[in-house]
């Protein structure tokens, strides 16, 4: 069992930053990756970013924008994200998953067998 804690998630303008922490709890943390999710109202869950080792993926809408990083010693991932526009405004999750070899199945919710209770970011235009 693993659980996770979002945190970090809040109000700003936008072109603004936030960094997003995920606090990790129970099983030997460095063997799961680490992914993030957003879901706006009316949309469906999508997928931000995830950290498996030392590979990272990101949704294409985030490249160049969000940045995902682990420290296992802590059990933390983060995620931070800089030029914040009014589309990012979200509930944002951090879900653990197994470690995949396919690359694309970290982009499904379906994979990801625990989930934080998520943190709210809401971008001001």
């Known amino acids: 069992q693993v659980q996770l804690v979002e945190s970090g998630g809040g109000l700003v303008q936008a072109g603004g930053s936030l960094r997003l922490s995920c606090a990790a709890s129970?099983?030997?943390?460095?063997?799961?990756?680490v992914g993030w999710f957003r879901q706006a109202p009316g949309k469906e869950r999508e997928f931000v970013a995830v950290?498996?080792?030392?590979?990272?993926y990101y949704a294409e809408f985030v490249k160049g924008r969000f940045t995902i990083s682990r420290d296992n010693a802590k059990n933390m991932v983060y995620v931070q994200m800089n030029s914040l526009g009014p589309e990012d405004t979200a509930v944002y999750y951090c879900a653990a998953s197994t470690l995949w070899t396919r690359s694309d199945y970290y982009q499904d919710t379906q994979k990801y067998t625990y989930w934080g209770q998520g943190t709210q970011v809401t971008v001001s235009s």
């Open positions: 129970g099983r030997t943390f460095s063997n799961y990756a």
């Open positions: 950290i498996a080792w030392n590979d990272r």
